[in-house]
């Protein structure tokens, strides 16, 4: 419980300082650092019969801390060179790829263990931090990094603005003075008009006004 206990604090604990670096710097260079740390507390890990109990779970702690950041440190990096248009189909093929390795991977362990005893789990997790170490060498060779262009900070909305979003969607509600609601259509104020369409507009009010008041008969008087 406490070996297990000691791997989960260091997987939550890293991800926000590795992350902000990450935003920082060159993110691949960030991925090969945490690779190469990752595969070093694994081997320590597989000396684990030689170490003192603290100290596995310090290398645990470690271990998984660092590789616990390898996922989502992969996909912010391939998020710099997608276009808006493009995350949805990048995050499903991220999710196909860990499902594929989260199946053949425990095989592959398994085996490996078979071979070369109980530490077997970990000479395989070196073997795997190996080959991502070459293939982040490789790719910073053959590719420039995109960079973090400025970026606005996140702003959480409050709950108080959701009410006002359905208020406007709801067909319920009031409909503005300046507006005129027929059974079938939406009539708008005209807004373009000219300043001799004001003035022969208020003139024709004008006449029509005074022409009612023309029409009003008169009382008889007393």
């Known amino acids: 419980a406490m070996f297990m206990s000691a791997a989960l604090v260091g ?3 890293f991800q926000l300082p590795i992350g902000r670096l990450s935003d920082r710097l060159d993110r691949r260079g ?17 000396l684990g019969p030689a ?13 998984y801390g660092f590789t616990s950041t390898l996922y989502p440190l ?33 095989i592959a362990a398994s085996l490996t263990m078979r071979w070369t005893g109980p530490s077997g789990l970990f000479l395989f997790e070196i073997l795997v931090a ?3 170490t070459l293939f982040t060498l490789w790719r910073m060779r ?13 702003v959480a909305l409050p709950d108080a603005h959701a009410p006002v979003i359905v208020s406007e969607l709801d067909p319920r509600a009031s409909v503005s003075e300046n507006y005129d609601t027929g059974a079938d259509t939406l009539v708008t104020p005209n807004t373009h008009l ?17 022409a009612r008041s023309t029409d009003v ?6």
């Open 11 to 13: 997987g939550l604990l």
């Open 30 to 46: 960030v991925l090969l650092g945490t690779t190469l740390l990752g595969g070093l507390t694994a081997i320590g890990l597989a």
């Open 51 to 63: 170490l003192p109990f603290p100290a596995l779970l310090g290398a645990i702690f470690l271990y």
């Open 74 to 106: 992969s996909l912010a990096y391939a998020n710099d060179y997608l276009e808006h248009d493009d995350v949805i189909t990048m995050g499903s093929g991220f999710v196909l790829a860990f499902s594929v390795g989260a199946a053949l991977g425990p």
């Open 130 to 132: 190996s080959g991502l």
């Open 142 to 154: 053959v590719r420039m990094w995109a960079g973090i262009i400025k970026k606005d900070p996140y």
């Open 194 to 210: 000219t300043d001799v369409d004001v003035e022969t507009t208020s003139a024709e009010f004008l006449e029509a006004d005074g």
């Open 217 to 222: 008969p008169e009382e008889p008087s007393a």
